[in-house]
């Protein structure tokens, strides 16, 4: 993440609110309050941070809560009632569908990624407690306004259900939050590749290419100094990306030669990114086995660190991950970058959904949570502290973005054109989104942070396992304990067969021995 700092009073703070919500789900409720449940990831909105001199502004929820209770604003919203959140953290989607499942509590709001998004939607358990609600986007007027119509139309073309298209979509059950990518941030200047005799130019130019991918299984230059997520999701997905590049490669090609359109491309690339049957799983398996004897490591949260204190010289990061190893290695003059493999790489999404159990007052203090967030001052400070890109354009965050990435006067520019991002969410006519950057910018946070338009085409979307799930679960157990290949298998079942059947015969032959022994005793 692109806050720098280790956020102390997390911890405290998501105590306190655990112990709110413990006694507000007892009988200490006020009756002229409406109390808004809601759950999202760890760290994933603006706190207050007295150790830090850019975050003295009250927490995102206080100033929401401030906002709400106006009296004007409750009007706006149809609330009789004045806001109190309570507001919980998980560390994982599936951590937060567990918990859903369980019913422990009941929320009004959460923040799940893609593909939970499209289970949940699909409720195929049946549950109350993990079904969500359709959109009302009549009641989120900042959102209509200011979210990226770029990626409301990404979301449009995901299906909840490619066998029923009346299902809908993302966009039909989710009000998008954060977004990014998966991709490879790398240390040109690492002491392994630079003991491998690599240029930095030659190292940029290598992880930019479409076989990007294949190097980390090819390539010894890289043996060793790569680590990568030691989450099944992720992991499964770089699989899928080595065993099917050739069909990923061809249907480039073919789009490229305007053969096919661009519907059909990225229809035609999601199937492949989310096959699940089983010789694809087989498949996947192997590679990634193989791929586990050419790495430094798996990791869950410590490669962003790693590859600044030199333990590795890449990681596999998601891309809000990138652009906090980038600024640290800043401050220890070190520069890292970030590449996206020109087809197969991941775009992701996180969205707020509605539980159906959500309804009246709560319902709309949770669409006026959502709407708050959605201002574009308040989406600038979100992504300013926990590094992640929001859905939100507007002025503000434009603005910000200059102000991070514009080079200063004198020095030598390239345009970074980000119209696609912006392009009917700006008021000022002044705004411009033609970012005027370093050109090593185009490969580093800015570019981690807003990929060119060009690249999301090539970019898939990751949906739920379904019914692959036990399957794909099990293949994870096998790469991480590295099964025995099945000559080996062979020879140990059949060392132990003759082992057996020796040890059958060594008693037989003892007994036989003995037998004769008391005979000739018997004789005597």
């Known amino acids: 993440m692109k806050n720098k700092n280790i956020k102390k009073y997390s911890l405290i703070y998501a105590f306190l609110l655990s112990a709110i919500c413990t006694t507000s789900c007892g009988t200490n409720y006020q009756e002229d309050t409406t109390y808004l449940h809601v759950?999202?990831?760890?760290?994933?909105i603006y706190q207050y941070d007295e150790d830090n001199e850019t975050y003295k502004d009250p927490d995102m929820i206080e100033q929401?809560?401030?906002?709400i209770n106006q009296p004007e604003n409750m009007k706006s919203y149809g609330l009789s009632k004045k806001v109190k959140v309570i507001y919980d953290t998980f560390d994982t989607p599936e951590t937060m569908y567990n918990e859903l499942k369980l019913n422990k509590t009941t929320y009004d709001l959460m923040a799940p990624s893609d593909y939970m998004i499209q289970k949940l939607a699909l409720n195929l358990d049946g549950l109350?407690?993990?079904?969500?609600?359709?959109?009302?986007?009549?009641?989120?007027?900042?959102?209509?306004?200011?979210?990226?119509k770029f990626l409301i139309n990404n979301l449009k073309d995901i299906l909840i259900d490619e066998t029923n298209p009346e299902k809908g979509t993302l966009n039909d059950y989710a009000l998008g939050y954060m977004w990014g990518t998966l991709g490879l941030v790398y240390n040109p200047g690492?002491?392994?590749?630079?003991?491998?005799?690599?240029?930095?130019?030659?190292v940029i130019h290598d992880f930019s290419q479409p076989e990007s991918w294949n190097i980390l299984w090819e390539n010894d230059d890289y043996a060793r100094i790569a680590s990568i997520k030691?989450?099944?999701?992720?992991?499964y997905s770089m699989g899928i990306m080595r065993v099917y590049n050739d069909e990923f490669k061809a249907l480039k090609e073919r789009y490229e030669n305007k053969e096919i359109d661009q519907v059909t491309y990225k229809h035609e690339i999601n199937k492949i990114f989310n096959r699940n049957d089983d010789e694809t799983i087989s498949k996947v398996q192997a590679a990634l086995i193989e791929l586990k004897e050419r790495i430094y490591g798996f990791e869950?949260?410590?490669?962003?660190?790693?590859?600044?204190?030199?333990?590795?010289?890449?990681?596999?990061?998601?891309?809000g991950d990138a652009v906090y190893s980038m600024d640290e290695a800043e401050e220890f003059g070190q520069y890292f970058y970030y590449a996206l493999p020109s087809y197969g790489a991941n775009i992701w999404f996180d969205g707020w959904c509605i539980p159906e159990t959500c309804k009246g007052e709560n319902l709309s203090a949770a669409y006026a949570f959502i709407d708050f967030l959605s201002i574009p001052s308040k989406a600038a400070m979100n992504m300013d502290y926990i590094g992640y890109t929001p859905f939100i354009a507007g002025d503000e965050v434009l603005s910000q973005v200059h102000d991070w990435y514009d080079a200063e006067e004198g020095e030598e520019s390239v345009e970074y054109d980000l119209s696609y991002f912006f392009d009917g969410t700006l008021k000022d006519k002044d705004s411009d989104p033609i970012i005027h950057c370093l050109k090593e910018q185009t490969k580093r946070q800015l570019h981690a942070q807003y990929p060119e338009e060009?690249?999301?085409d090539h970019l898939c979307v990751m949906k739920d396992f379904g019914k692959a799930n036990d399957s794909i679960v099990t293949m994870w157990e096998n790469i991480k304990v590295n099964p025995l290949p099945t000559w080996v298998k062979v020879i140990v079942i059949f060392s132990l067969v003759v082992f057996i059947g020796y040890l059958a015969s060594y008693k037989l032959i003892r007994k036989a021995k003995i037998k004769h022994r008391k005979s000739l005793r018997e004789k005597e």
């Open 39 to 44: 759950y999202n990831w760890e760290d994933y």
């Open 64 to 67: 929401f809560e401030e906002f």
């Open 128 to 148: 109350e407690s993990t079904r969500i609600q359709k959109i009302d986007f009549s009641r989120v007027p900042n959102y209509s306004k200011y979210a990226s």
């Open 190 to 202: 690492a002491k392994t590749l630079k003991d491998k005799g690599y240029e930095e130019e030659k």
């Open 230 to 235: 030691d989450s099944i999701r992720d992991t």
């Open 300 to 319: 869950v949260d410590t490669g962003k660190t790693d590859i600044v204190t030199g333990k590795v010289g890449i990681n596999l990061a998601w891309s």
């Open 454 to 456: 060009n690249e999301i």
